[in-house]
């Protein structure tokens, strides 16, 4: 079975600041890997996806992550934070056509 | 191109009561999701179709939901009767390529 574990339930930065999102996985082979955002009251969107290419991936709105498999991690950055990327951040994992979210990162960003 | 449309946005009923979902996926799109996401929680998936017929449903709680897709293009998620327990935000997905899933803005329920 195939999971992922969100080290932080809520992070707060300042505007400008970089940014990090933890994420773990547990997966028994090479994983399809997903970082999707969820502002208030609107749907879920894809950031960025980790498909056994490059293990640095690039998304939108500046936002990157990598695949690091010896330490079965993809956390998600920015280098600099801006008060619209306050949001709700899910790092997912893809297996058996479906996919595991995990529980979340609530991003704050202070001005 | 439009997104995935869902309806109501928000919806308020008793215990026991029946309430049903409508979502209309992406033009063109085989595969559509239904997800139950509790406040605080990831959303998980509740049932798969693929066209109109059932990939996955082993999430579903059978005994008081169901969903369907009549000519694999809308379909409808429903609770009869609700509990307390399935107030959640319920989001609908669809899909070409199996991981890259487009988002409703889902259906705010609150059971009371």
């Known amino acids: 079975a195939q999971s992922v574990t969100q080290l932080d339930s809520h992070v707060s930065v300042s505007e400008g600041t970089p940014v990090l999102l933890r994420c773990n996985y547990s997966s028994s082979y090479s994983p399809s890997l997903f970082w999707y955002v969820q502002h208030p009251n609107k749907g879920l969107q894809l950031l960025l996806k980790?498909?056994?290419?490059?293990?640095l991936v690039k998304g939108i709105n500046g936002f990157e992550a990598e695949f690091k498999k010896s330490e079965t991690s993809f956390h998600l950055t920015k280098p600099s934070a801006h008060m619209s990327d306050a949001a709700e951040y899910f790092c997912v994992v893809g297996s058996a056509r479906q996919l595991t979210f995990g529980s979340g990162t609530q991003l704050t960003v202070l001005p | 191109e439009a997104g995935v449309a869902q309806s109501p946005r928000y919806k308020i009923i008793e215990k026991r009561q029946s309430v049903a979902f409508w979502c209309n996926p992406i033009s063109g799109h085989a595969t559509l999701y239904w997800y139950q996401q509790i406040l605080g929680q990831g959303p998980k998936l509740l049932i798969q179709f693929q066209n109109n017929g059932v990939v996955d449903d082993s999430q579903l709680p059978k005994d008081r939901f169901s969903a369907e897709r009549l000519k694999g293009v809308d379909s409808t998620l429903k609770i009869q009767p609700a509990k307390l327990e399935d107030s959640a935000v319920y989001l609908c997905?669809?899909?070409?390529?199996?991981?890259?899933?487009?988002f409703g803005p889902g259906t705010r329920l609150t059971v009371t």
């Open positions: 980790y498909t056994s290419a490059a293990t």
């Open positions: 997905a669809s899909s070409l390529s199996p991981y890259e899933q487009y």
